[in-house]
């Protein structure tokens, strides 16, 4: 018997999108290139960028609903009932709350049980955290599988949530297959720079980004370097950055960075490749996907030593202390200054990147889907 499996996308349609969106989206797609006998409904919100099309057995059913909430709550539900999926899979840490259909959720992390820095003064990512700190507890008894996406979170779920290991399942992400050493003969890059082998740094608002303590060691890594390189950070607010430089007293970085606002997904691989090291010095993440991605390109890459990002960066990658911005800085100047790390760091991304891919996430996907497929027949029976 084929499944009908439904598959929560909302905001894949927006123009610009953010992690989640990108896995969902790229797993949407593989599984429509590899899969063409069960059937699928990808449920989205409307928006301009219309990056998945309809095909013989994967439709795509726009649900037009005002706010984030609603949309999930009450109008996916009653979609999937119309279009009678028999497993519907939400894909963005949250669910609905009453919905009688046997539900697959992935969970990428949980870091709004964790302690949260009061200075976030984001709205955004506040109504966010507040939204999913009430709707997760009340769905995850409900869920047949959920899904996280690095072993380091699997073990933090199961250890702070409490969920039998039997109900969760660890598939890790991608990346696009764009990612890799290019020429840049159009000089795309200068889109947002204009001169390479810059830092690049993809910091936000976001605490977790540990965007502060990077602006510190660059600020000491200019004081040392004879290079001075300039660092180019995308999606960062002027207003944030400012009260960076104030409180820190790091006027020397106000005049080397580089902020074109959000950089687009197709001309990240140019970014990458133009780019002297990539900065990926979070204090936390579930996955990482910036990381794969630059070493895919033959990047170096500076990352933490904390969560997911030495199971996924592998143990030759350069592992910092997030929490100490000499050793960022240290590291900086040491790629800058040894060019036998700093060629042997590019060769270790090159490989490592090749043991992650979309078609293995989607591959995994698929053999979960049918494994609760046929749990929930089953119990019908």
Partial sequence: MNMRIGIEAQRIFRKNKHGMDYVVLQEILEIQKMDTENEYFVFVKPGEDRCVESSSNVHVVEIDCPSYPLWEQWALPRAAKKAKVEILHCTSNTAPIWCDIPLILTLHDIIFLEPRDKQNKSLYQN???????IDVPRILNKCRRIITVSHFEEKNIISKLGIPQNQMAMIYNGYNEWFKPVEDTQEIYKKYIPENGYFFFLGNTDPKKNTERTLIAYSKYLKKSAFRRKLLMADLDTNYLNDIIVRNGIENIR??????????????????????????TSLRESFGIPLLEAMACGTPVITSNTSSMPEIGGSDAILISPENSDEIADMMLKLETDSAFYQKQKEIGLERAKLFSWKNTATNLLQLYQEV??????SKN
């Avoid at 497929?373 to 089953?378: A, F, L, N, R, S």
């Fill in 127 to 133: 109504m966010g955290w507040l939204y999913r700190r």
């Fill in 255 to 280: 005049h080397q960075i580089v902020m074109p606002g959000y950089i687009v997904n197709s001309d990240l691989p140019y970014i990458y490749n133009n780019s002297f090291a990539f900065l990926y």
């Fill in 373 to 378: 497929y046929q749990e929930v027949c089953k």
